[in-house]
């Protein structure tokens, strides 16, 4: 049982266009959401977390929105560099554990 | 500040061998985990030590198993590898509590044949 998706495996943005993330998640119970950021033969690296009580934060380039509702939540770049290819994961907390999603690979196209 | 390393990066086994991966976190980090990347099933939680106990556990069989020095480097073991076990292991160490940033080494990349 998954309890947080990443439905698209990957996907392929245009330099300078906005990226857009997506995650659901099955739990309500869920503390904190984090992204990732990956590069090959290197370990993940912080991007941005997001509280549960809040619906926004926002860091440079990056914006994670948060709909509780509809137990989903999104990581806008913008606009997207050709840095930015890597594969990025989701992530949500509970009783002190983590979970991952299975990560979208991010292509930015010159 | 150093970051977290893992050694060996790289390591090949037969099945039903065992093996032992090592993690040094960055100094001044109580809190390490570990984590199987593989492409099917994504990032998966293995455990976590704190202070050199196991705080935290994932849902793998025992097989993994690990443990936490007095200078917070730690070690997982895999005994009986199987070929479903070659994946990236992952190892994170934060400060302490659960709020603190955490900060992944390289990996240590495992083949089972």
């Known amino acids: 049982d998954q309890q947080v998706k990443q439905n698209s495996p990957s996907l392929s943005v245009q330099e300078g266009r906005i990226s857009i993330l997506n995650c659901d998640y099955t739990?309500?119970?869920?503390?904190?959401f984090l992204w990732y950021k990956k590069y090959p033969a290197e370990g993940p690296t912080f991007l941005i977390s997001?509280?549960?009580?809040?619906d926004k934060n926002e860091d440079g380039r990056f914006t994670v929105f948060l709909n509780k509702s509809a137990k989903h939540l999104s990581l806008h770049i913008v606009p997207s560099q050709p840095g930015d290819s890597a594969v990025y994961f989701c992530a949500a907390t509970r009783d002190d554990k983590i979970i991952f999603g299975k990560g979208t690979r991010l292509h930015i196209l010159p | 500040k150093a970051g977290v390393t893992q050694t060996p990066r790289y390591l090949i086994k037969t099945r039903g061998q065992q093996v032992t991966l090592s993690c040094s976190p960055i100094?001044?980090?109580?809190?390490v985990s570990w984590y199987q990347q593989t492409p099917g099933q994504g990032l998966q939680f293995l455990f976590e030590?704190?202070?050199?106990?196991?705080?935290n556990k994932g849902n793998f069989p025992g097989r993994f198993s690990g443990r936490q020095f007095s200078n917070s480097r730690s070690e997982m073991n895999v005994s009986t590898l199987e070929l479903g076990d070659s994946a990236l292991y992952l190892c994170?160490?934060?400060?302490?509590?659960?709020?603190?940033?955490?900060?992944f080494g390289p990996g240590t990349r495992l083949t089972v044949l």
């Open positions: 997001i509280s549960s009580i809040k």
């Open positions: 739990n309500s119970m869920f503390d904190y």
């Open positions: 994170a160490s934060r400060g302490g509590s659960f709020e603190d940033e955490q900060f």
């Open positions: 030590y704190f202070s050199e106990t196991q705080r």
């Open positions: 100094s001044g980090h109580r809190s």
